[in-house]
């Protein structure tokens, strides 16, 4: 059976509303599959009167809709909200639409969920628990799963084994454990959702010139080196510790699938110089289908009608092809 793909809010003051109405405007020129919006519908009519839309009650009615109008899935918000101003007191109404888009998939009403920038310091004012988005989501899959964040650039997948902490952090949360853990879901993931049968990993030093044999930093070959030789012990085809200076130039993408960074900007730096437009966050290891937008809420140029949906578009294709890669 077809099944559209859930769209959350976002944060509404910012930009992921706008991207979900000109990803409909161009449905047919970028052959995108339905889907529908879980937002508020008086917020949307603002924004872009000229695209009609459709409220639904449920993500069936989508599939009739979504070729004459957005289909929508009406979320009530505390306040009217003002571009590029944020408000907690909506922020009820931003985990409402995440919620309702991760149970429709949980329910197999939904083919996948796309998820609109959220802008957490909005909704820490509310009780917000989460480190962020993708941990959140996970929660809500209700199940002991471990969730791995992947940017997908053209012909770069990246994925960084520390995410959001500090720099001077780093070499102590990078661990055998932690590769491991990382590099097994990411195996497994790229097999399920991208159909390789033997998805081919690059991972990186943490030092320059992956430590030059200990010269500079012992972490390569105390830590990520043993990792290495456990996984291909275990059938992964893997292969490491790489300098990271020369991991991603052309002729070395070709040589792998992924690559497996130690940290948030030795992955993401590549990936946003290659296509910083077009990038999308795929998160690995849980039971449903997510992607999202590889940016922020960009409250700056929120309600002027200049944000590139570039990477919103390509994340509504990323989910239909997971989706079909899993059936």
Not at 173 to 179: D, H, Q, R, S
Not at 207 to 233: F, R, S, W, Y
């Amino acid at each position: 059976m077809r099944k559209p793909i859930a769209i959350t809010m976002g944060e509404p003051a910012g930009v992921g509303s706008e991207l979900t109405l000109k990803a409909w405007a161009l449905r047919q020129e970028k052959s995108l599959p339905p889907f529908f919006a879980i937002d508020n519908i008086a917020r949307l009519q603002a924004l872009s009167p000229d695209i009609p839309i459709k409220e639904i009650q449920d993500p069936t009615q989508a599939l009739d809709v979504f070729d004459t109008a957005l289909p929508v899935l009406n979320i009530e918000l505390a306040v009217p909200s003002i571009v590029g101003t944020l408000n907690p007191l909506n922020g009820q109404a931003v985990l409402t639409s995440i919620k309702k888009a991760v149970e429709f998939c949980m329910a197999g009403q939904a083919a996948g969920v796309v998820t609109n920038p959220i802008h957490k310091a909005a909704l820490y004012d509310i009780g917000f628990q989460h480190p962020g988005h993708t941990e959140f989501v996970a929660a809500l899959c209700g199940k002991d799963e471990t969730p791995v964040m992947m940017l997908v650039a053209k012909d770069l997948r990246v994925v960084p084994l520390t995410v959001h902490i500090p720099l001077k952090d780093v070499p102590a949360a990078v661990t055998e454990e932690l590769i491991l853990e990382k590099a097994r879901i990411v195996n497994e993931s790229l097999k399920g959702d991208f159909k390789l049968d033997t998805p081919r990993i690059a991972i990186a030093g943490l030092n320059p010139h992956a430590g030059e044999n200990g010269k500079i930093g012992l972490e390569d070959q105390q830590v990520i080196t043993p990792a290495i030789e456990k996984l291909k012990a275990e059938g992964v085809h893997v292969t490491g510790p790489h300098p990271a200076d020369t991991l991603f130039h052309e002729e070395a993408r070709a040589q792998y699938d992924i690559a497996l960074g130690m940290y948030h900007d030795q992955a993401l730096i590549p990936l946003k110089t290659l296509d910083f437009y077009g990038g999308v966050n795929v998160t690995l290891g849980l039971s449903v289908v997510r992607t999202s937008p590889d940016h922020g809420t960009a409250l700056d140029i929120a309600g002027q009608g200049i944000a590139n949906p570039n990477s919103f578009i390509n994340a509504i294709l990323m989910a239909s092809e997971i989706d079909r890669n899993r059936v």
